[in-house]
């Protein structure tokens, strides 16, 4: 008899390992407390695969023989507390597809730049000629990818909902790009546990496989005082110069030094990505390309020639001497600092939504130097109202994203900068943060 697998979501994550177990011969049924998409159901219907919508059957969830989990559940519902009473193992995505692939993964996670980083080493291992495949929290099932294709290279970004549940996830290498405060509402308030799911990443990494890690973030440096990581540890920094393989910059040209060879790569005036913030995107970047040996040059112009992903700092149109940038994916209050900071203008910035237990004490500063007033977005924005009424002399409380645009066009003068960088979830307004920022951009060219 076949073993019996029920999946628990039915979203990208979902969708796809349903496909997998269902190709690898497994009894296959997925519940969704909510309501499906169709092109998911369209898919577990190609492949003959039973769900369900709107309701948890918990005499079919609890009769599995293992459960995977969408990475959007807590792991404090009663449905996974029953399965947890019974020891029904409870896995991620990550763990299951893996076990059907050999492939080599790269598995990138932080609280920012981890999107652009991990399809910035996408598009260099590709420009390599590597059979290369991107995947995972970007918005594209790696289960799915491993059911369907075959890679000999997987480059995965990977959130820590998913990792809350992944056991025996063992990237070749692992890559944590930052750790700042974000989710704290998934974990009890407890930064602690938020920076320990962080690095569930390393946790079945051994002396053959690569740890890239921020030299420049405390949160990081500190954990990893306190553990004993198994990998090739490489640290990256922008702040200092390292006596130790990993990169760093030197007199403004990113230096990477791997099995003591050090290279002088190119001049970080170069970069395509421009800010500080891209430049640890790169340096994150250059390590996982050195270990599968890409030639410099490749890596040079991979560097010359990666574009900036939609919602993260894209310019979108400048209206009457006003430009506009969509930074919808700054889901975190880190993001948000590393927008208004790379900011030259007076910025009017919308921001607002979802809060995930935001500290706005450290942008006060940049605040203070770059925002000429706010226009908040989001269902209640009283946190954000009293964090900034003593430091931006103008602040406006809007509903929707037209309101928001049409406030902000009011208040910006020629030679502003028009700013989204919510520094929120999307989910109070918004089904995502990229719905959150095709409005924008749509508002806005309507100006």
């Not at 169709?38 to 009769?63: C, P, R, V």
């Not at 059911?147 to 290279?153: L, V």
């Not at 405060?181 to 053959?208: C, P, W």
């Not at 340096?283 to 410099?296: W, Y």
Request: proline share 2%; net charge neutral; with cysteine.
């Amino acid at each position: 008899m076949s073993k019996r697998i029920v999946i628990l979501g039915a979203g990208e994550s979902g969708a796809g390992s349903a496909i997998l177990a269902k190709k690898q011969g497994y009894s296959v049924f997925v519940s969704d407390i909510g309501k499906i998409k169709e092109e998911y159901k369209n898919e577990l219907k190609q492949y003959s695969i039973d769900f369900e919508e709107n309701k948890h059957s918990e005499d079919i969830i609890l009769s599995a023989d293992e459960v995977i989990i969408s990475p959007g559940i807590p792991l404090t519902v009663p449905i996974v507390q029953k399965l947890k009473n019974k020891a029904i193992p409870i896995i991620s995505e990550l763990d299951f597809a893996q076990r059907f692939t050999n492939a080599k993964i790269i598995a990138v996670t932080g609280t920012n730049g981890k999107s652009t980083t991990t399809s910035w080493i996408y598009h260099t291992f590709k420009l390599a000629g590597y059979n290369v495949c991107l995947a995972g929290n970007i918005g594209v099932s790696f289960a799915k990818e491993v059911a369907t294709r075959n890679y000999d290279w997987y480059v995965l970004e990977v959130s820590s909902f998913q990792l809350d549940s992944s056991y025996t996830f063992h990237p070749h290498i692992a890559v944590i790009t930052n750790i700042s405060r974000n989710h704290l509402n998934r974990y009890d308030g407890s930064m602690e546990k938020y920076i320990q799911a962080k690095f569930r990443i390393v946790q079945n990494q051994t002396s053959q496989d690569y740890f890239i890690f921020n030299a420049d973030d405390d949160n990081i440096v500190s954990t990893l005082s306190k553990k004993n990581i198994s990998s090739v540890l490489l640290p990256f920094s922008v702040q200092k110069e390292l006596n130790t393989d990993g990169s760093w910059i030197e007199n403004q040209h990113i230096i990477i030094q791997t099995n003591q060879l050090k290279t002088n790569l190119m001049s970080i005036v170069e970069l395509a990505l421009k800010g500080r913030h891209n430049i640890y995107n790169a340096l994150a970047t250059s390590l996982p390309s050195r270990i599968a040996e890409i030639k410099n040059e490749v890596i040079r112009e991979s560097f010359r020639t990666f574009e900036n992903l939609e919602h993260r700092l894209e310019y979108v149109v400048t209206v009457n001497g006003v430009d506009y940038i969509n930074d919808s994916k700054a889901t975190t209050v880190h993001a948000a600092y590393f927008a208004l900071s790379s900011q030259t203008k007076p910025v009017v910035w919308i921001c607002g939504g979802q809060d995930k237990g935001n500290d706005y004490t450290e942008l006060y500063e940049v605040v203070k130097d770059k925002v000429k007033a706010i226009v908040c977005l989001g269902k209640d924005n009283k946190k954000i109202i009293q964090a900034f009424k003593n430091i931006v002399p103008v602040i406006v409380d809007t509903h929707s994203m037209e309101d928001a645009v049409k406030s902000a066009y009011r208040l910006a003068k020629k030679g502003d900068v028009v700013l989204l960088s919510p520094a929120c979830a999307s989910f109070d307004l918004f089904e995502s943060y990229e719905e959150r920022g095709k409005q924008f951009k749509e508002f806005v060219r309507q100006l």
